[in-house]
């Protein structure tokens, strides 16, 4: 194979390809390094890896070590600076290169990137979690519901012998109010564990979001929060169960105008999905392009301290808040084999992105 063969394979390798001399002097950087570690070949090769990154860093370790021993190394779970400063997960493999008298005389790094895998391994904990907690929250719904339904009935005979005397009637109707909140909580433990058979058909999501923001107007003007539409007019119909994916926007859109008490603007985006792991996705029937919607609000955000435990079920940042509402939209996505992720950023806002199966 020719030079020029090899730097085309280097080329169009999506992992990143790191190469040092003896010195750990750059010799190579292909551009899936540039894209990872955002730096540039012309900016890197040439200059030591200690003049690049921090010399603790894991990938300068590895490489000085396969100099020392002739011997790779491997690291599953190591991190390396961004050009921005942030770090990037990554997993690192490292080789000996020998030069005509077979001795070592450079290394090579193969770095990929593992952040969206570890976002998948989460997702599937989540999903795991999630389904553990339902099947609590199904027999505790079951056990609880049959005295709630002994109570409720005791008390409106207790109301029709009283009759219309005014002293209990304020008692008996803060009884009922508060039992039939009870039930409206149990329903909403029943939705997030029991079966759902879903009848999904192809749908317009601009129609979905419509009827979102409809049935969501009442709660977002007297916030003076305007909705804002960023539609893509050509993403084809998605696959999906109509009630069940108008009750999850509408609890994401309920919660991002809740998160602006003093107005802002919510905005729906709608595109083909880019994502490398969710552009498409096979659900067992061959690959299906996804949708990506988002629903981004202007509120103070989340702190990062909470965004692990967001889909946890009865977790809430709210003061009246059940801390159900995100596990039966994660419930719900899951559902149509798509995904849900959450990125926020304090004092800015939040961006919640559903991706969702493309009809065709």
């Known amino acids: 194979m020719s030079r020029l ?4 394979l280097l080329a169009g390798l999506p992992d990143a390809v790191v190469s040092v001399d003896g010195g750990l002097r750059i010799i190579l950087w292909n551009p899936a390094a540039e894209a990872l570690l955002g730096r540039s070949a012309r900016r890197t090769v040439g200059r030591t890896l200690k003049e690049v990154f921090p010399p603790d860093t894991s990938l300068i370790r590895h490489l000085t070590e396969t100099l020392a021993t002739g011997e790779s190394r491997s690291e599953s779970e190591a991190v390396v600076e961004g050009a921005d400063g942030r770090p990037v997960h ?10 005509a008298g077979g001795a070592v005389t450079s290394a090579l790094a193969v770095v990929r990137d593992v952040t969206r895998l570890r976002q998948l391994e989460a997702e599937m904990r989540r999903g795991q979690t999630l389904a553990a907690a339902g099947q609590i929250a199904m027999g505790l719904a079951h056990e609880i519901r049959n005295p709630l339904g002994a109570i409720r009935g005791a008390v409106q005979l207790l109301k029709r012998e009283l009759g219309d005397e005014a002293r209990w009637g304020e008692y008996i109707e803060v009884l009922l109010k508060e039992v039939d909140r009870v039930n409206r909580i149990i329903e909403m433990l029943l939705d997030l564990g029991r079966p759902v058979t879903l009848r999904p058909v192809p749908l317009n999501i601009h129609q979905v979001l419509e009827r979102v923001a409809l049935l969501s107007e009442g709660l977002a003007a007297p916030r003076g929060v305007q909705i804002v539409r960023r539609y893509d007019p050509s993403l084809p119909p998605i696959l999906a169960d109509e009630d069940r994916i108008v009750q999850g926007f509408h609890n994401l859109v309920r919660n991002a105008i809740e998160a602006m008490p003093r107005g802002g603007r919510l905005v729906l985006v709608t595109r083909l999905s880019m994502d490398p792991l969710f552009a498409k996705v096979d659900l067992g029937q061959g690959l299906k392009s996804m949708a990506l919607v988002q629903v981004m609000d202007e509120g103070e ?9 967001l889909f946890t079920p009865f977790f809430t940042t709210k ?30 806002g939040t961006v919640v992105s559903c991706f969702l199966p493309i009809a065709k």
């Not at 955000?301 to 965004?307: M, N, Q």
């Not at 009246?320 to 084999?337: F, K, M, N, Q, S």
């Open 301 to 309: 955000g989340i702190p990062e301290a909470t965004r692990p435990r």
């Open 90 to 99: 990554v997993s690192i493999v490292t080789a000996p290169m020998a030069g």
């Open 5 to 8: 063969d090899y730097e085309a």
């Open 319 to 348: 003061n009246d808040g059940l801390g159900l509402g995100l596990a039966l939209c994660h419930r719900i996505v899951e559902e149509h084999r798509g995904a849900i992720h959450i990125d926020s950023e304090t004092g800015k």
